[in-house]
């Protein structure tokens, strides 16, 4: 059974950082694309990143561009979402996603129905 797990979300002023995990067990790390979306009040959800271990590809959102990096320590089946300069635009729900199929490189914009599975999602918030 594929599982993500999310951890790391909290409250930070802006300018600040933060740095939320993704925990991945039930499939092989390698062989999924493993991504980051994000929800905030009264808006639509967003891709933010996704990364393609096997292909060494990313693509990430143009509002995180320069402030996000996604990484990955794949003897742990674990991802990372390191935030820095953070804004208030940028207080939502984290999820992270994997699917096998979904597309991930260059300027790629994520897409919901691409990813099978989700976690619970991690609460970050941003104030001023």
């Known amino acids: 059974e594929v599982q993500l797990v999310e951890s790391g979300g909290g409250s930070v002023q802006a300018g600040g950082s933060l740095r939320l995990s993704c925990a991945a067990s039930g499939f092989t790390f390698d062989d999924y694309i493993i991504g980051w979306f994000r929800k905030a009040p009264g808006k639509e959800r967003e891709g933010v990143v996704c990364?393609?271990?096997?292909?060494?590809?990313?693509s990430y959102a143009d509002s995180v561009k320069g402030r996000f990096t996604i990484s990955s320590d794949n003897s742990k089946n674990t991802v990372y979402l390191q935030m820095n300069s953070l804004k208030l635009e940028d207080t939502a729900v984290y999820y992270c996603?994997?699917?096998?199929?979904?597309?991930?490189?260059?300027?790629?914009?994520?897409?919901?129905?691409?990813?099978?599975?989700w976690g619970q999602g991690t609460q970050v918030t941003v104030s001023s």
């Open positions: 996603v994997a699917d096998t199929a979904a597309y991930c490189s260059g300027d790629y914009q994520l897409h919901e129905y691409e990813y099978d599975f």
């Open positions: 990364l393609d271990s096997s292909a060494n590809s990313t």
